[in-house]
């Protein structure tokens, strides 16, 4: 499958998984920089933890985090805080602040501008620490009367967290626990990722899998791989020592090539199992080591320079050459290759057919082996008249003779080139089952031989000959219908002249879609189940929604089963539109991976990533809603999302966990409810407004 053996390559917008992979020890929060009090869009659960709110309360207030100020907090802290926002600068500052339960906590905040590709300031990260304990005991309204013993321990106690950290550690460790965003941050904005859809990138060092040369490379790779499975065989059945310059030297360059391709190997990416394109160094070379390095070692030492040298017994010299058979191992490895190429049926019957005859080549040999070993009596030292090779060398001439004054060993017959030509005449006629009889075998060990090789030669003629069909449509049966449901889009694109950037979002869709998928129909396999295992199933699908959310937490297991058979796993590709503006809001929907964005009035006013819940309160409302705002999809997402009526339904039958449902469920974006917007520049005309709004995407 194409989409498969080339991944997810389409362009991303991955700057909420930079962020977050980069601060797992960190709290932030990121702030819309052109609308008017820079509203929150994005808050990681790390801050969510520190400030005692919700992710839900948060967004859309003051990236300031003027909500968390009071009387104890600096003037003048928050007009540099401000000012700090309105010049789009980097700063970072120690503030007071108050958490929910209004508790006064010193932080460390950092504010760093992030960029979109036009250079245009479109959002703040600010991040925090807590640092109480650095700072002195805090004297507020509850502690008035305090002595100055009594408030330190108070703070320490406060954050007792903190001390957790630090106490184990000596300054090796301590200087090892800073944050990589906090690093990022210190050495200023200009390194930090940008806001915008960009395709994967992979180190300067690794190469793609499916970029020209690579795609070359392989072809290399297996056009050699057949001339080492052709000329090893040969080479040991005929007893030839290559002292030629030439081909030792032809030998000598195919080893160093698949030398080469070891060394590659370890830096060419490959596609993980979720379809993802993996760039990742060392995900690179475990994966190499665990699967081909091995082999791949062994198909590339030099045998052939041990060949060289005239006083190496003869056997083991054989012996060496022989263990290059081991590349042949690779010929699955680089077949599976061409069906991404040349479209599977070319390919694989191409494939078959070189099988073949590499199958009689290899017989050829085994036969023209036995017919040397036994040609010759040894006890009599007599050549046995009724030997295929006595009967061909009197029919073309060369018939043996006994030096008597030399070496006292039989000689002359038929050259080698003749006596291949007629072995590999011999097998493929036996493997046709054809057989003309003017070749047959005569010895007990020929006989043995030829009947293997007819079992043999039945099975790959009636399997490649016979069956070519039956294998396309045993082996390729997805594959087929993958090509014909590519074929009948595009047949579609083409007759209704849709637009070419809506041709590639569909056409990406399908593919990413598929390698997900793998051409599974979910529905289908479902409906074979009976509904116990059937429910058993969708609990399983489901089980990051329940497990990560705890409005599910008091369900019964009964609760859960109806739900899970209710909920719909939808894969969203890059760019793709989950809600218009507009349009009925009919489903709850979870984020299970990926990012996304919620645009109103051509403004982001939230980005969404795991964890986060979208759509409306329905078990609150009468009416069906209109959604306010576009949510887009930044990256490849999976969703799992409830239609209305079916949440309806189940909540109705468990009013007990209803009540806990409405209370624990708590929506990211609610897309019933606009957000006030104010622009905190009003563009000068509708074509700057509308420039300005487009330089995030």
């Not at 060990?445 to 069956?467: C, H, P, Q, R, W």
């Not at 294998?471 to 595009?490: D, G, K, S």
């Not at 349009?583 to 795991?610: H, P, R, W, Y």
């Amino acid at each position: 499958m194409p989409g498969g053996k080339r991944g997810l390559v389409a362009p991303q917008n991955t700057f909420l998984e930079n962020i977050v992979r980069r601060s797992s020890e960190t709290s932030f929060l990121l702030g819309n920089a052109q609308i008017v009090e820079w509203p929150v869009v994005y808050s990681n659960d790390g801050f969510c933890k520190l400030s005692g709110y919700h992710r839900a309360e948060v967004m859309q207030k003051s990236s300031t985090c003027s909500f968390m100020y009071g009387e104890l907090t600096d003037k003048k802290t928050i007009e540099k805080v401000r000012q700090t926002f309105d010049n789009y600068e980097s700063n970072c500052f120690e503030v007071l602040l108050y958490r929910k339960n209004r508790t006064p906590v010193w932080f460390y905040m950092q504010i760093a501008p992030i960029r979109n590709e036009n250079d245009k300031v479109v959002l703040f990260l600010c991040t925090f620490k807590d640092i109480t304990v650095f700072k002195q005991p805090i004297e507020d309204e509850s502690t008035k009367g305090w002595t100055k013993f009594a408030r330190l321990t108070r703070a320490l106690t406060n954050s007792r967290s903190t001390l957790q950290q630090l106490t184990p550690m000596n300054k090796t460790e301590v200087s090892h626990k800073h944050s990589r965003l906090a690093e990022v941050l210190q050495l200023g904005s200009d390194i930090l990722p940008q806001y915008k859809q960009e395709a994967p990138k992979t180190p300067p060092h690794i190469i793609l899998h499916y970029c020209t040369f690579k795609t070359t490379w392989d072809w290399i790779i297996l056009i050699l791989t057949f001339y080492t499975a052709i000329m090893v065989p040969y080479n040991v059945s005929f007893k030839t020592k290559q002292n030629n310059i030439a081909w030792l030297v032809l030998d000598s360059v195919v080893d160093v090539i698949f030398l080469v391709d070891i060394v590659l190997n370890f830096h060419t990416t490959f596609v993980g199992p979720g379809g993802e394109v993996i760039s990742d160094p060392k995900l690179i070379r475990m994966n190499y080591l665990k699967t081909w390095f091995v082999i791949d070692l062994l198909s590339c030492l030099p045998y052939d320079i041990i060949n060289a040298f005239e006083n190496v017994d003869e056997g083991i010299s054989s012996l060496f050459s022989s263990l290059k058979v081991v590349r042949l191992l690779r010929l699955g490895r680089v077949a599976r290759k061409l069906d991404h190429y040349l479209e599977y049926g070319a390919a694989v019957l191409v494939l078959l057919v070189c099988v073949f005859g590499l199958v009689a080549h290899w017989l050829a040999c085994i036969w023209y082996s036995i017919g040397d070993y036994e040609v010759i009596d040894k006890v009599t030292n007599t050549i046995k008249t009724d030997s295929w090779l006595y009967q061909l060398a009197t029919s073309i001439g060369s018939p043996y003779h006994y030096n008597t004054s030399g070496s006292g060993q039989w000689e002359g017959g038929p050259s080698k080139d003749s006596l291949y030509i007629t072995s590999l005449y011999f097998t493929m006629t036996s493997l046709t089952t054809i057989g003309f009889g003017n070749i047959a075998p005569t010895t007990d060990g020929e006989k043995i031989f030829s009947v293997a090789m007819m079992m043999v030669g039945s099975l790959l003629y009636a399997t490649i000959f016979g069956n070519v069909t039956t294998i396309f449509q045993q082996m390729y049966a997805n594959t087929n219908r993958y090509h014909e449901m590519l074929n009948n889009v595009r047949d579609f694109l083409k007759l209704y002249q849709v637009p070419k950037g809506l041709s590639e979002r569909v056409m990406d869709y399908i593919v990413s879609t598929w390698s997900m998928s793998k051409g599974i129909d979910t529905e289908k396999v479902l409906s074979i189940c009976p509904k116990d295992m059937r429910a058993d199933i969708c609990v399983h699908l489901n089980r990051k929604v329940f497990n990560e959310h705890p409005a599910f937490r008091l369900a019964s297991d009964g609760c859960l089963r109806s739900l899970a058979v209710e909920f719909q796993t939808i894969h969203c590709a890059p760019g793709d539109l989950i809600f218009h503006a507009g349009e009925s809001v009919d489903t709850l929907c979870f984020v299970v991976s990926g990012s996304l964005e919620v645009i109103q009035d051509d403004e982001v006013i939230a980005i969404l990533g795991k964890g986060d819940v979208f759509g409306d309160v329905f078990w609150k409302e009468t009416t069906l809603a209109h959604a306010c705002a576009n949510v887009r999809a930044l990256t490849y997402c999976d969703l799992h999302v409830i239609r209305r009526e079916a949440l309806l339904k189940v909540l109705e039958f468990y009013t007990a966990f209803a009540n806990s449902f409405s209370r624990n469920l708590i929506l990211t974006c609610n897309l019933r409810k606009r957000v006030r917007l104010s622009f905190a520049v009003p563009p000068s005309s509708p074509a700057e407004s509308y420039g300005l709004c487009h330089s995030w995407l």
